[in-house]
């Protein structure tokens, strides 16, 4: 079986893709690499191509190598082939359960969730419902149409898009005139309206182990350079900082990562995820859960594989044995 990374997508976070596949192909040296274009098609990359890419998280990479052809038609040759997808992608049409679903049609491995948990984790309210179920605690949400009596009540509301990641469209509402920025914003994508949560900013990993366990992984805490972590602020701002272990009373590290646990077994998650939380005065309030977090050298899940002692070849080699496990099932 041939591992292939397969990056980019046609989605807005294809930058932080290919800081992905750089960190993944920096471990897995012998595996093939695809990039997956805006315009659809895929491209077979060379390492060196991929590796002196110095800006992945502003510039856009431009492929200049061999076109497989369209994205179904490249899948299609991966199963031809006998290869096994490394999914290096994020967000989009890559996160949200449909190219999972080309791949189970067609027999062929890939690691991280499948369609189903990756679509329902990919749709924050519904994600939000079925972690409640669990006894996860989540905020409330907003409509739009009560946001500004919400505003009223609560002081400050945040919005963001109901199926988006790496914080892209994040609104923080301190005004009415903020207000008018998340009715435009709505007009093209669905947005999650909630009521702003004072806290510090938390996320936990979650791992499955080859025999099926899962191991809650040491929480991280986000300090941003600016008061919000949003996409400059993950990527781009030198001054903010992940701290993990994060420095949270024993307790509330406990509960960040028995919830972080049952958000991931109440989406179904397979192999690994990352759900973001808020610590409040009143404990952690759970935000999303990430089916495919990013795994360049800047972001959070590889951190906390550092901090629980697990060498990051380690953890691809053992995803790549799960997915294999999981298509001979």
């Not at 992905?20 to 077979?44: K, R």
């Not at 991929?50 to 990479?61: A, Q, V, Y």
């Not at 605690?137 to 919400?150: H, K, N, S």
């Not at 936990?204 to 899962?214: H, M, P, T, W």
């Amino acid at each position: 079986m041939r591992n292939t990374i397969l990056f980019g997508g046609t989605n807005k976070e294809r930058l932080v893709s290919v800081a992905s596949a750089q960190a993944v192909h920096s471990a897995l040296h012998e595996a093939d690499l695809w990039f997956w274009d805006l315009d659809d098609s895929v491209y077979e990359i060379r390492s060196e191509a991929l590796l002196k890419h110095s800006r992945p998280f502003e510039e856009p990479f431009k492929p200049a190598d061999q076109r497989i052809g369209g994205i179904e038609q490249a899948l299609d040759r991966a199963k031809a082939e006998n290869r096994l997808l490394v999914l290096g992608l994020h967000g989009g049409t890559a996160e949200n359960g449909e190219l999972q679903a080309m791949c189970e049609i067609r027999g062929i491995p890939f690691t991280g969730s499948g369609s189903a948990s990756s679509h329902l984790a990919f749709d924050k309210i519904a994600a939000k419902r079925f972690a409640a179920i669990a006894g996860v605690r989540a905020p409330i949400g907003v409509a739009l149409e009560d946001a500004e009596t919400a505003l009223a009540e609560y002081g400050k509301l945040i919005a963001k898009p109901t199926r988006d990641g790496s914080s892209y469209g994040l609104i923080f509402v301190n005004s009415k005139q903020d207000l008018a920025a998340v009715r435009n914003a709505a007009k093209t994508e669905d947005y999650l309206i909630e009521p702003f949560i004072a806290g510090v900013e938390a996320t936990c990993g979650v791992l499955e182990q080859l025999d099926g366990s899962l191991t809650p992984l040491p929480p991280v805490e986000i300090i941003p350079a600016e008061g919000e972590f949003d996409y400059r602020a993950k990527y781009l701002a030198k001054a903010t900082q992940e701290i993990c272990p994060g420095r949270f009373a024993p307790e509330v590290s406990a509960q960040l990562m028995d919830q972080a646990l049952k958000a991931h077994q109440a989406l179904s998650c397979s192999g690994y995820s990352r759900s973001d939380f808020i610590v409040s005065d009143k404990g952690p309030i759970y935000l999303e859960t990430n089916t495919l977090p990013g795994l360049t050298k800047a972001s959070l899940y590889p951190k906390a594989l550092q901090a629980q002692g697990i060498e990051f070849v380690d953890f691809l080699r053992d995803q790549i044995a799960l997915a294999v496990k999981r298509t001979h099932k």
